[in-house]
Structure formats: C-alpha cells, structure tokens
C-alpha cells in the first residue's frame, strides 16, 4: 500500500507541474510516468511513509488527473431521498470524471437502521450512510465511522450551524457531515379543534372536550426531556475521543425532576392522552408532538385544518410556568473508514457534496428536510415553511442533543412505560418519584 | 447432554476403558500390520488401495488431503490464534484504515478447523480399522468385498449413510457449529465495546455468568428471574387452555346434529394459513390503545377510557395469551377432530346405556385418551411456547418496558425476545449468549422431568 | 342412531342444545373472520381521498384498488419481494421434503450405529434458541457471499440445511408402514433404495404433502432472519420483511393501507393451497401427534 501512496504521490507531483498545460496527452503521459515510478518507488517505499501522509492533502489539491482506480461506493439513505440522492451522485460524477472508475449504489436504509446495521458487520455495511446523531458515539465505538477528512473540517463547521457541528464531534474529533438540523420536534395540531395551543393543560381541555387524541411519546429518552430539561434538569455525558463515555451529570432527581414527573404522570392521565409520535399510526388526532419527517403526512391528515406551534407550556405542581423544552437533533452523513486511500477520497468528497450548501437547498425543496446549512437556512422558502418555523421558534427553547449510552433510552423507555402503565401514578407520593429518579439517574450513572 | 450426566461413574470408566482398549489396537495394529498398514499410519488409505479396495482407500485418501490442505492453506492462520483470539489491532495508516485480526472469524473458522482436526483423527483411526479387518480377512484366505459392491451397497445395506451424509452434515455446518460458536461466546467478552473487526475480543473465563447471577439493582439476575417466571407462566397458559378450549370446540363441531362441519373448520382453519406477520400485526394494532376495538368500544359508550391492551402490564399479558387462542385452537381442533374419530364408538355406547352425562363421558373417556395420545405433542408445543417468538414479537415486542428491569427487557418480553433485544439492539453479544444457554438449560430440564411423567412413555400399551 | 326411547322432551332438549351450539359456533366464525375481514376492507380503502395510516373506523369511506395498483405498480420492490419470497419457498419445500424424507427413512428402517444417538442429540439441538446461532449464520454465509445481493440463495441454503431435524413427525407415519412389507421384498432380493422408492414413497403420499406443505409456508413468515441475512438490500427482501418495514419505519408513513393490501396478496396463495390441501395436513398433525 504505501508503494501505492509514494506513486500517486510522486505522479501528482509530476502532474501538478504539467497542470498548467491542461492538455489530456499531458496527463496521459503523467499516468504513464505514475506507472513507471511506481515500478521504482518499490525500492524507497519504506522510508517514504512520512512524506506521503504530508503530501496527501497537496495531492487532494492537485487531484484533477489523479487515478483513483475503480470501485463501488454503497450509500444508504431514507426511502425517501432515495431517487433524489441517485440523482445528486450522477451530478456529482458528471462534475467529476476523475472518480469515474467508480460506480454507485443506494439502498433504502433508514437512519434508524444504518446504525444498526453498519455496527452487526461493518465491512459490509455503506460506505456513505446518512444516521441520526444520537447514534454518533455507538458508531464511532464499532469503529464505523472515519473522521471528516482534513480539507474538509472547516468548510464544515463554518458552513452549517453549530450545533449541528457540535452534534457531529466525539471528544475533538469531527466525524460526520451535518445534513439537517430538523431532528426536534414541535406540534402539529388540527385548526378546528385547538383554538390555542399555547398551555398544555388547555391543549388537553380542548382535545378532551372533542373526544379527540394528543400523542405525545413519553416513553421515549428523545421526547421526554421536553419535561426534565423544561424544568431545569440536566442530562450530560463527558466522552472521550473514542467514544468511549467517562463521566455524566444528571440532575433528574431533584426538586425539579419531580415536577417534570408529575406533568408527566398528570399528562398520561388523560383521557385524550395516546403515547406515540407516528401520524400514520395515529387516530382521530387533535395533535401529535412530531418532527419535520411527518410533516407531509401530518399535511395529509389535517388537510386544510394542519397548524404547527412550539410546544406548549405547563403549569408545574409547584405553580410556577415551565415551557417544554426537548432535544435539537440533526441527521448526519458518515463516511465509513476505508482500506484504500482513494476510495476514502472519493467518498469524502461525495459526502461533502451531499451535504454542500445546494445539495441541502434541493433536498428541503424536494422533501422538505429542514436544512443545516447557515445560508439555506436564511434562504426566504425554508424561513416561511410552517414546520419549519415553528422548530425554529421551539429550538429556542431546546438543548442540543450530545451522546447518550444505549442504556440511556432503554431506561428512559422504562421510565416512561412506568407512568403509563401507572406504577407511577398521581398517588405516588412526592418521596416515591424522587425515589424512582434517583434509581433512574443512578442506572444512567452507571451505563456505559 | 442432560442425557449423558445421568450416567454414572461407571460410564467415566467405560469411556477411560475405551480409550486406553484403542489406544492398545492402534499400537498391535502398527505391530502385527504388514508395510501397506503400515505406510497407512501416514498416507491414509494407501493399505486399501493397495489391496484393490480402491473405493474405500481413495475415500480415505480423499479426506485426509482435503482436511490437511484446507487447514494448511485457509484454517491454520485462524487455529493458531484460537487460544488469543487476536493479538493485532486495527491501526490507522494516515487516512487509511489497516485492520488487524478479526476476532469474530478467528474463532469461527478456528473452530470449525478445531473439529476438522479432529474429524482427521476420527477418520485415521478408522483407517487403521479397516486395515486390520481387511489383514484378518485375507489372512482368513477369504477375498475383500468387491469394488461394485462396496459401491452398490450404499444402496443396500449402508442406505442409511448415502441418505443421512448430507443431512448431518448440513446440520453440522449449519446448526452444530453455530451453537458451539455461541456457547464459546459466552465465555469471551465479546459485546459493543469489543466489536470485531475494528475492536479484539477475547476470553474471559466464568465472568459473564457470574454478571447474570448479580442480583443488585439493574442486575441481570433479577430481570432473569423475572422474564423466566412470566415465560413459564406464559408456556403454560399458551399450552393448555389452547389445548382444552380447542378439543371443546373440535367436541361442539363434530357433535351430532351439526351441521357444515367443513364450513365452521374452515373458518376457523384460515387463522393457519395467513401468514401470522400479516394477522398479529394487524391484531397488534386493532388492540392498541388508539385501536379499533378501543375507538368502536368508547364509540358505543361501553367504556369512558380506553382500555390499555399493551400498555398495562397484567393485560398485555392477558391479551397476548387471549390472542394466542386465536391463534392455537384452530391447530387443536384439527388434532382433536382427527383423533376424536379414532376413540371407538361402542366405548361411549356402553356408557350410555350405563347412564353416564356427556360430562362424565368426556371426562372418563374422551380426556384420558386424548392425554394418553396427545402427551408427547403437548410436551413438544410447551417447549415450543417457551421459545415462542413470533406472536410476543409482532404483539408487543416484549413492551411495556419497565425501570425495574435490566437489559432493556419489558413486561412481556419471554427469554427469547428477550435475547433477540439484548443480540440485535444492544449487540450484547456474549450475555445473550449466555441466556441462550440458560433457556437451553431450563427447556431441557423440562422436557426430560415431563417427558419421563407421560403416561404413554410410561406405558407403552396402555391404549392398544 | 337407533333410538328407540327417544320422546319428545329429548328432541327439544337436542333442538336447544344444537341452537346454542350454533350460536356459538357463529359467534367464534365472527371473532376468527373479523381481523381478516378488516384487513381485507382496509386494503381497499381509497389512498387517494383517505389517509393510508390507520384510521379509527372498520369500514372504509370510499373503496378503490388504489393500494393494489400501488404495490402491483412497480413503484416499490413488492413484486420483487414476492418473487423472492415464491422462489425461497418453492426451492425449501422441495428440497427439504427429500431430506425430510431420506432422515426419517433411514431412522425408522436401518437400524444402525450411532441411531438412538443421533435422534437424541438432534433433539437436545432443537432446545437451544435459534437467535443465538444467527449472527454466526450471517458471517458463514458471508463466507459463502450468501448475503445481501445472494440473500435468496443464502436463505435457500439455510431453510434447507437443518431440515434433517424436523424427522419426528415423518419418522412417525413410517413407522406406522408394516415392516413386514420391507422384509417380504427383501426376500425376493430387492435392495433397500429399491424399497424406498418403490415401496414405501407411494404409499406416503399424506406426509410428503404434508411435509412439503409445512415447509412451503414457513419461509412466508420469516422476518427476523430474512431482515438479517438482506442486510438494507431491499431486492433481496421477501415479503414479510418489506411489508413489516412498512408498518415499522418512520420512513413509510401513510403505508398502512397498502401493508394491508400486500399482506392480503400474501394470504391468498397460501390460504387456497392450504384449503386444498388442508385433509394432507389433519393427517400428517394428527400421525404427529399420535407418534410424538
């Protein structure tokens, strides 16, 4: 391999003095000479390992008559963006016939499942796959996901939002490219049975009065921080480079806690009350708190009726007035580390085409994936969406997600279920809730 | 296996006994062979061919190359790491990533080389075998069986090893070494932390039982026992109310004056044939809280809140066991009507005329027959509803979760659901290992203490 | 029935009995049929005028075959999932018939060494769970490049590998054929295989269809497995795992209606073979049942 290296190198470097020419038998003769030096770097290989990496990033530079050799690069991706992702990579290649040795593939993986799927066999897994960031760490910890390539570092982190940026950071590392900065959620609401959706107690009074239903899936670590960080809880883990999670500071059990708890179990008690945050799943809806993805199907359901808000406040059991809060996620595209340096090049640059600034500005326009990209964001068709401005308006209000251990959710799931199904209920006492926060913030202490 | 330690001291000695008698015959052999035996010890098969038997010696022959090449050129580089499982780490060469070794293949193929070597052993002690019998039989001045005959009896008198050769060794490839491959990984470290290949695993010793056995908070020990007494509850439940409420309606179908007998099993035939992904998914949803039972329920007026199919622990459970009824008897009263026909007609005539209620008649001669011939299938389908997947699966995914429980278990969740979270969401690859072998142990331990009470094992002729 | 002493006040007690009988008989038609009367009724719910979600009433406003144009239109891999899914059960029926067929022969004709060992061993096989073995299944059939774009075969090869231990009930209905019949033809020279296929396959003409029929349903309803093995390449989904995506991932909202559709396309081929067939099946249950 680093035979490989030193000859790319020292074609590149014989290219870029020819470059000026321009001219294909220029380069003809470059790939000539790159295969003649190869047959002499065999001798010198060894002691060249140094000055490859350096000049790695002056080859990228210079890379418009490299060869890359062949491949296939797999993507995977949402259903949804599947045709549109095929039809970005064609524009892609067009605009580089440089990587033309490589072919592409795009397979509807959802987020939900890349990860999944990329940590039970990583070499078989996508080269490129678009997740959601709370599956950051896991990944980086399988050793499935590659760093952003140096070039690459600060484009990112300039062009697209800084939480985004900061989602997409294990320790100091940046590994994935922000795709959007929609992964939080809001309420979507039926016009004609909520006149106001601004107070949760009220936005139950008018859905029970109607006979109608309110999803809200509190039994889910995503969506039940609208409570705990609402009231001032806080809910972090320290992680170092690899992934690995050294320290947390949870404050769940505390004065705090309790109250968000209660809003929790009173809010359950309602009739009206369905635990849930699928519309296609959902029945007979007043509103559901939901994120961007639903949007067209939410349009669907409520027809001319279909509203979005921030979330709503409460009135805790202390009498004071929280607002919900929640999480601020993104979905990333990561690389998957390579064997070979010019398959990982190409996928670099694939997937920093895939999340440039007009790649973002075609998929909000083809389905309406709230960009994290600063100048879509400020563009005049994503700032007048409706879904979009309410997240905007509720992610004021939101913390941005960080990395949480696998057993973060499944505890919050227990948590959540426990109010549910009513071992936590309005006669608990204020002694029995601290009690089951601190056995919660004890095992999320504990979790790895 | 449960088998094989019920035998007593005296099969350790039979099996020392054996192995030392072995031992003896491959050394005579060795003594007394001539130089064709001889050379065998080495190339096997070469004794056979020698003698003419070609078909066997080329057999042997054939193997021996196999193995050792297989093994020389694809196995060692896998069997040599076995007791380390890996020592080179996964490095990052500038951009580029270099793996290292892959703990995971490493012990899969190491394994499946382990057994072909001894396979190897098996087989070169067979060849020693059949140089001995074939010695004593030309010393006896008789001829060796015939080149078309060893042919033509694997068509006759070892039939059996043409029709079992690629079943067993399907079973071996595709069942045996898995299952030696998992019960190995319960004794590694193998989880989300040590993920091959980018990440080395390696053993551990007892340390994985001993995390099951931990009974402190969030514990495994604890959700353990817990998942273990709800899929037993849940076995039995699923076994004999589908069991006796399936013979009832077999018993109301094929009463007298019925009629469309065909009709009414058909109906009911049908829950069989569709595909159960398609019928629980859909009854998943038509019991959910926001369902269609709930909405038409609340419709009417018959209840003011919905009721809580899946989210209520106790009726989550209920649910599943009431569903599953509608999934088991249609299975029963296919059983039952076929085996009711079978019960003699003058048995119940000669009630009758001893005045006997249809009660006392079903249940002095309809339930002990139906116990008598049925006990080995209910034994299998309580073992079945141990490890029964689907229906908890498609149904509640094991849900409602609860704090109290480790592993991300739910209130539903049988040992096998249970495992399939802990193998596919957590990739907690050696726990679940581990509590494979444990619903190994308690469904055998079952089997066998039920197996030796059914009263047709007991007595074989009772019924005949 | 010669009943003789029958009066009146029997008949009428039979006439109520046989009246409650049917009613209850009526009232279990009703709960079996209604979840499939609703997946039917669901399935032809207008996508283009209703939500495909779920809805909250059974019967639907406006009928149309909009979900079935759907999934018959080439829109989504349905019909390659159904490919795929006929392919696998064909191939795993008919090759898991004959293992079935040779194992349960030679255990209950030859007697030979190493017999009661194997039926015992493959019995304690049949207690572990089958998860544990499925991450290693993955990567042997990775070896094999059986994954992914090779899924089908890759299922194939493991829907027929360890057929061998599914022997009870076959071994079973053999056992019910007079030996005596074998040993006549030995006499007159006929060899085992002859035996076997001469004599004792014609005879066996229930537990073939039976055995044939079970394995043909089987791989219909595979989802964790077949999910595994495809690993996100969608082409090589079969049907249970594509339509459970449907109502399972976020990415397919509004599916509902056309899971319903598909899932009443899968019903059907299975539910009219197994109609057909179904007299196969009571004997070959019921021959299982007997024998153990």
Redesign the interface.
């Known amino acids: 391999m680093k035979k490989k290296i030193l000859a790319v190198l020292l074609a590149t470097a014989m290219v870029g003095t020819m470059a000026g020419c321009g001219s294909q038998e220029a380069a003809q003769t470059a790939t000539d000479a790159a295969q003649t030096v190869q047959e002499t770097a065999e001798t010198v290989a060894d002691t060249a390992e140094q000055a490859a990496d350096t000049v790695a990033d002056a080859a990228d530079a210079a890379d418009a008559t490299v060869d890359y050799g062949t491949g296939e690069i797999k993507v995977?991706v949402?259903?949804?963006i599947v045709d549109f992702t095929k039809a970005q990579i064609d524009t892609f290649m067009a605009a580089h016939p440089e990587f033309a040795g490589y072919t592409y593939v795009v397979?509807?993986?959802?987020e939900?499942?890349?990860a999944g799927?990329m940590i039970?066999?990583v070499t078989?897994?996508?080269d490129i796959f678009g997740f959601p960031q709370d599956q950051l760490a896991r990944l980086v910890v399988a050793g499935a996901l590659e760093t952003v390539a140096p070039e690459n570092i600060d484009a990112v982190k300039t062009q697209n939002d800084a939480g985004s940026v900061a989602a997409a950071t294990v320790g100091d590392e940046l590994y994935a490219y922000p795709v959007t900065s929609d992964n939080g959620y809001f309420l979507y609401y039926d016009k004609s049975v909520i006149s106001d959706p601004s107070t949760l107690e009220g936005l139950m009074e008018q859905a029970e009065a109607a006979g109608k239903n309110v999803y809200f899936e509190i039994n889910s670590g995503w969506y039940n921080t609208a409570f705990f960080f609402g009231t001032g809880c806080k809910l972090d883990y320290t992680i170092d480079s690899t992934g690995a999670f050294n320290g947390s500071d949870i404050t769940y059990a505390s004065d705090a806690g309790v109250v968000a708890l209660r809003e929790m179990i009173d809010l359950a008690a309602s009739p009206s009350f369905q635990n849930g945050s699928?519309?296609?799943?959902?029945?007979?809806v007043a509103a559901i708190v939901d994120g961007t993805?639903?949007s067209?199907?939410a349009q669907?359901?409520f027809g001319d009726n279909y509203a979005c808000a921030k979330l709503p406040t409460f009135t805790g059991s202390d009498g004071k007035t929280y607002q919900l809060s929640g999480f601020g996620g993104f979905k990333l595209l990561g690389v998957k580390p390579q064997d070979d340096e010019n398959k990982l090049a190409v996928c670099d640059a694939l997937a920093m085409y895939l999340s440039s600034e007009e790649v973002q500005q075609a998929r909000y326009e083809a389905v309406g994936w709230g960009p994290s990209n600063l100048n879509v964001q400020a563009s005049a068709a994503v700032k007048s969406d409706v879904a979009l401005s309410a997240l905007a308006e509720q992610l004021a209000f939101t913390i941005p997600q960080g990395q949480y251990p696998g057993d973060y959710w499944t505890l919050a799931t227990g948590l959540g279920d426990d109010v549910i199904t009513g071992v936590l209920n309005k006669d608990s006492s204020d002694d029995d809730l601290m009690a089951a926060l601190q056995a919660f913030t004890d095992a999320c202490a504990a979790a790895k | 296996?449960?088998?094989e330690n019920n035998k007593n001291k005296s099969g350790v000695a039979a099996v020392f006994s054996g192995i030392g008698k072995n031992i003896a015959e491959i050394g005579t052999t060795f003594i007394e062979g001539d130089w064709k035996t001889r050379v065998s010890y080495l190339i096997m098969g070469f004794g056979p061919i020698c003698r003419g038997a070609f078909l066997r010696g080329f057999m042997y022959l054939f193997c021996q190359a196999g193995i050792i090449s297989w093994i020389y050129f694809y196995g060692w580089k896998y069997l040599s790491k076995l007791n380390s499982l890996g020592t080179v780490e996964t490095a990052k060469v500038g951009r580029k990533t270099v793996y290292g070794d892959d703990s995971?293949?490493i012990l899969?193929f190491g394994l499946l080389s382990l057994i072909l070597v001894i396979a190897l052993i098996a087989l070169w002690r067979m060849n020693i075998a059949e140089n001995r019998k074939e010695e004593q039989i030309l010393k006896a001045g008789k001829k060796l069986p015939g080149n078309k005959r060893d042919f033509?009896s694997l068509?006759?008198?070892n039939?059996?090893?043409?029709?079992?050769a690629?079943?067993?060794l399907?079973?071996f490839?595709?069942?045996?070494?898995?299952?030696i491959?998992?019960i190995c990984v319960a004794f590694t470290n193998y989880d989300a932390t040590h993920q091959s290949p980018s990440k080395l695993f390696t053993w551990v010793g007892m340390d994985n039982f001993k995390e099951l056995l931990s009974f402190g908070p969030n514990g495994f020990g604890s959700t353990f026992v817990s998942v273990l007494l709800w899929t037993l509850v849940w076995a039995f439940f699923a076994t004999f109310l589908d069991y006796f409420l399936g013979m009832a309606?077999a018993i109301?179908?094929n009463?007298?004056?019925?009629r469309f007998k065909k009709l009414?099993r058909?109906?009911?035939?049908?829950?069989?044939?569709?595909?159960?992904?398609?019928?629980l998914?859909?009854?998943m949803?038509?019991f959910a809280k926001?369902?269609?039972i709930n909405?038409?329920l609340m419709k009417w007026g018959w209840i003011h809140e919905a009721i809580p199919f899946w989210t209520n622990p106790m009726l989550a459970r209920i649910t599943i066991i009431v569903i599953n009824i509608?999934i088991g008897i249609?299975?029963l009263m296919?059983?039952a009507?076929?085996?009711l026909m079978n019960i003699p007609e003058d048995l119940y005539e000669s009630a009758k005329i001893d005045g006997a209620t249809p009660w006392q008649m079903f249940r002095h001669i309809t339930l002990p027959y139906m116990l008598f011939?049925?006990?080995?299938?209910l034994?299998?389908q309580y073992?079945g509803n141990l490890?029964n997947?689907?229906v908890i699966?498609l149904l509640t995914q094991g849900g409602p979760k609860s704090m109290a429980l480790a592993g991300g278990a739910g209130r539903t969740d049988l040992?096998?659901t249970w495992?399939?979270k802990i193998?596919l969401n957590d990739t907690n690859?050696k726990m679940?290992?581990v509590i494979?072998i444990m619903?190994?142990i308690v469904?055998?331990v079952i089997?066998l203490v039920v197996y030796n009470m059914l009263p047709?094992v007991k007595d074989e002729e009772g019924f005949q | 029935?010669a009943n003789n002493t029958s009066t009146s006040s029997m008949k009428q007690k039979?006439a109520v009995?046989?009246a409650i009988?049917?009613l209850?008989?009526i009232a279990?038609?009703v709960?079996?049929?209604f979840?499939?009367v609703?997946?039917v009724l669901q399935s032809f719910r207008s996508y283009a005028t209703e939500?495909?979600?779920?809805?909250?009433?059974?019967i639907p406003k406006q009928f149309s075959l909009d979900n079935y144009k759907f999934i018959l239109s080439g829109e989504s891999n349905y019909l390659l999932w159904y490919r795929n899914t006929v392919i696998i059960a064909v191939f795993v029926s008919l090759f898991q018939t004959i293992?079935v067929l040779?194992?349960s022969?030679?255990l209950s004709r030859?007697r030979?060494k190493g017999?009661t060992f194997?039926m015992?061993f493959?019995l304690?096989?049949g207690?572990?769970?089958?998860?544990?073995?499925?991450?290693?299944?993955?990567?042997?059939l990775?070896a094999l490049g059986l994954?992914?774009a090779g899924a089908v075969p890759g299922l194939i090869?493991?829907g027929?590998?360890?057929?061998?231990?599914g022997y009870?009930v076959c071994k079973g209905y053999f056992d019910t054929i007079p030996k005596s019949l074998d040993e006549a033809a030995r006499i007159d020279g006929a060899?085992?295989?002859?035996i076997?296929f001469t004599m004792t396959l014609p005879m066996s003409k229930p537990i073939i269809i039976y055995t044939a029929l079970v394995a043909f349903?089987a791989p219909?309803?595979d989802?964790?497995f077949a999910s595994?093995v495809a690993?996100?390449?969608?082409t090589s989904y079969n049907v249970?795992v594509g339509?459970?995506r449907w109502?399972w991932?976020?990415?397919?909202?509004?599916?509902?209606t056309r899971?319903?559709a598909g899932?009443v396309l899968?019903?059907i081929p299975?539910?009219i073979?197994?109609?057909c067939l179904?007299r196969y099946?009571?004997?070959g249950?019921?021959g299982?049942?007997?024998?153990?």
């Not at chain 2, 039939?159 to 079992?164: A, G, Q, S």
């Not at chain 3, 299982?288 to 153990?292: C, D, I, M, P, T």
């Open positions: 995977w949402a259903e949804a397979e509807a993986v959802g939900g499942d890349a799927n039970t066999d078989a897994g996508a699928s519309v296609s799943n959902a029945t007979n993805w639903d067209s199907a669907d359901l | 296996m449960a088998a995971f293949l899969l033509l068509f006759d008198s039939f059996d090893k043409t029709l079992l690629l079943p067993v399907g079973i490839v595709f069942t045996v070494l898995p299952i491959f998992m309606v109301l179908i009463k007298k004056g019925i009414w058909t109906i009911l035939v049908m829950t069989i044939a569709v595909p159960q992904f398609v019928s998914l859909y009854l949803k038509m926001d369902g269609l909405t038409y509608w249609p299975y296919l059983i009507t076929g085996l011939v049925t006990g080995p299938y034994l299998t073992t490890n997947f689907n699966f040992l096998v495992l399939y193998t690859y679940a290992a494979g619903v190994f469904t055998a089997s047709s | 029935m039979r009995g046989n009988a049917y209850v008989l279990i038609s709960v079996w049929l979840p499939f609703g997946l939500y495909g979600g779920m809805v909250e009433y059974f293992i040779c194992v022969y030679a030859m030979f017999r194997l015992r493959w304690i096989l207690m572990f769970p089958g998860f544990l073995a499925m991450i290693c299944l993955y990567f042997l990775k994954t992914q090869l493991v027929i590998a360890s057929s061998g231990m009870y060899s085992r295989a002859r076997f349903m219909w309803c989802y964790v595994y690993f996100g390449h969608d249970a339509l459970t109502v991932t976020n990415d397919y909202q509004g599916f509902f899971f319903c899932g899968v019903a299975v539910v073979l197994f109609m179904q099946y009571v004997e249950v019921t299982g049942a007997v024998k153990g």
